[in-house]
């Protein structure tokens, strides 16, 4: 059994019938140190790191079995603080009974704030997406925010419930985080995996699909072309962004 890349996971076969999928993810520079660019609270650096490998996952189909902090800071306090963060979010996330593991840095005093964040989980091989065999409708789900936008618009990010709402609909083939990237790069990966063409159904020069969104702001969701319409309906949150066919 071989280790397997898929976009920015690492699957690993456990047995003949279950695969491991991992997800990490880095923060540094934003919290309450002297150094750091973005003033905010460690707790909300945390979660907000942990909420893009979770929601790879989630994406993905894979549910979480073990969360790895590793916190380039001194336990207390700004350990503790992302600690409380980590846990919050789980909380959230309502997975509060997965096991946390993890480590700081004790030895050497830090003048920025530093987070890697390592999920685990773990998925039915036979459960592992495959490329679509239809053309697919992209929605957009979410607003791409970065840095001191995401402190603004804490009460305006999408939910994990939504997300699994989304994920369990039948007609949703892929579902795809957008990080730093921006919209624009992971709709054209979400192209390749499923070997189809990119048709832009709204500006592709538009900043909202060339810019940063941060801790996975933005999902971008693929459905079946026959049933856009209908899971619009169903979620009226979602905004078309692009078609993805197999003919130009």
Same mark, same amino acid.
């Given at each position: ?12 076969? #456990? ?6 999928? +991992?997800?990490? *993810? $880095?923060?540094?520079? +934003?919290?309450?140190? /002297? ?8 707790? @909300?650096?945390?979660?907000?790191? &942990?909420?893009?490998? #979770?929601?790879? &996952? ?6 979480? +079995? ?16 992302? +600690? $409380? ?75 994990? *419930? @939504? ?16 990080? $730093? ?14 070997? #189809? /063409? ?21 999902? #971008? ?17 979602? @905004? ?9």
């Amino acid at each position: 059994m071989t280790n397997t890349q898929f976009r920015d996971l690492t699957l690993t076969p #456990l047995t003949a019938t279950e695969t491991l999928v +991992i997800a990490c *993810d $880095s923060s540094a520079g +934003i919290g309450e140190k /002297k150094a750091d660019v973005v003033a905010v609270d460690p707790a @909300i650096t945390a979660a907000y790191s &942990l909420r893009v490998p #979770l929601l790879e &996952l989630m994406c993905f189909g894979a549910h979480p +079995i073990t969360v790895v902090d590793t916190v380039g800071n001194e336990m207390v306090p700004t350990g503790e603080r992302i +600690i $409380s963060g980590v846990k919050a979010e789980l909380a959230r996330a309502q997975l509060s009974d997965i096991p946390l593991n993890g480590s700081t840095e004790d030895n050497m005093a830090t003048v920025t704030t530093s987070i890697g964040i390592t999920v685990i989980g773990r998925i039915q091989t036979a459960s592992i997406p495959k490329p679509a065999t239809t053309d697919l409708t992209v929605f957009k789900l979410g607003t791409p925010y970065v840095g001191n936008d995401v402190v603004a618009h804490l009460d305006q990010i999408f939910s994990y *419930d @939504i997300v699994r709402q989304i994920r369990a609909n039948a007609d949703v083939v892929d579902m795809l985080p957008v990080g $730093s990237k921006g919209v624009t790069y992971e709709l054209d990966q979400m192209a390749q995996t499923n070997h #189809l /063409k990119t048709h832009y159904l709204i500006d592709r020069t538009l900043p909202e699909l060339n810019t940063s969104a941060g801790p996975a702001t933005v999902v #971008l969701v693929g459905v079946k072309k026959a049933r856009a319409a209908a899971v619009s309906q169903k979620f009226p949150e979602l @905004i078309a962004v692009a078609e993805l066919r197999r003919s130009e």
